[in-house]
């Protein structure tokens, strides 16, 4: 029997021939030529380079850094795109235009106005002073930064999502007995749980990469405020270019890990959402 499959749309051969070629330039090809310049590599060579004491501190600090930043940025994001779509107000457009600066603003200039501010004779820096608590030069400040790049991948993510949810559906749920918090955690939140978790997946990724806006307020003291992105670049500085493609080897396996749990994570809640 003769199988005639018809798309909707017409060109698919050519148009998928000209998607694999286009990630193939831009992501397959570079990160295949990463592999096999760290290939130059001994499997000694390699294991000694990716597990020595300053890489792990390097990698442990990249990471949980970028988590809690995008847990952060999570919960308060989320709040930003419900109140800007739940709520009409003076001020709304320049609030909603606000939350887009981190993507037009170049990410070192980011990191020095960062680092003005929470240095310990700038503005927050003072206050936080007094407090005892410092902010620049320390895991914190690195946290702040990734959370101030982070913030709009979870708010463009979750706004239209929550736009497309009915306000009809929320005032059934009130008629029906329940509460604001039982309406939002049964009713809102499972709708907009995958929506949320990408912007996650987004912010978390964006923060392993960073570099610009990180390397001013970091500090970049080796095993104490030293992002894998900076090391690299050390490594890259000093002509070590097999170790450099090692370090982002150990890098690019971690984070495809935890982004393919994350990605697990989400489909399944997604699942949940669509068989409910």
């Known amino acids: 029997m003769r199988r005639n499959d018809r798309s909707i749309l017409p060109g ?19 990160l295949s030529t990463l592999v096999l310049k760290s ?20 990698y442990r ?11 952060i940025n999570a919960i308060f994001g989320l709040v930003v795109a419900w109140v800007l779509t739940r709520y009409r107000f003076p001020g709304r457009a320049v609030i909603d235009g606000l939350v887009d600066l981190p993507f037009a603003l170049p ?6 106005a960062l680092t003005a501010l929470y240095a310990p004779n700038g503005w927050i820096g003072q206050l936080l002073g007094r407090m005892g608590v410092k902010a620049a030069f320390t895991p914190l400040g690195i946290v702040i930064a990734l959370t101030f790049i982070g913030l709009p991948f979870v708010v463009r993510t ?23 918090w039982a309406t939002f955690t049964r009713v809102i939140l499972p709708s907009i749980l995958p929506a949320l978790l990408t912007g996650f997946a987004l912010a978390f990724a964006r923060g392993l990469g960073e570099y610009g806006s990180v390397v001013f307020i970091s500090g970049n003291m080796p095993m104490k405020t030293e992002i894998a992105p900076l090391l690299i670049m050390t490594k890259l500085e000093q002509f070590d270019y ?4 090692a370090i982002a080897v150990g890098m690019l396996v971690l984070s495809f890990a935890l982004l393919l ?16």
């Open 242 to 245: 097999a170790g450099a493609t």
């Open 261 to 276: 749990a994350i990605n697990a994570i989400q489909w399944s809640s997604h699942r949940g959402t669509g068989d409910a």
């Open 12 to 30: 698919f051969g050519l148009s998928l021939g000209f998607t694999v070629v286009y990630l193939s330039l831009l992501v397959l090809i570079p």
């Open 61 to 71: 600090l990249s990471f949980i850094a970028s988590g809690a930043a995008a847990f």
């Open 158 to 180: 979750v706004q239209p999502v929550l736009q497309a949810v009915s306000g009809e559906t929320e005032e059934a749920a009130a008629t029906l007995g329940a509460s604001r």
């Open 107 to 112: 990410t070192a200039v980011g990191g020095v």
């Open 39 to 58: 290939a130059s590599l001994t499997w000694q060579q390699f294991w000694a380079e990716i597990t020595s004491p300053r890489v792990l501190a390097a």
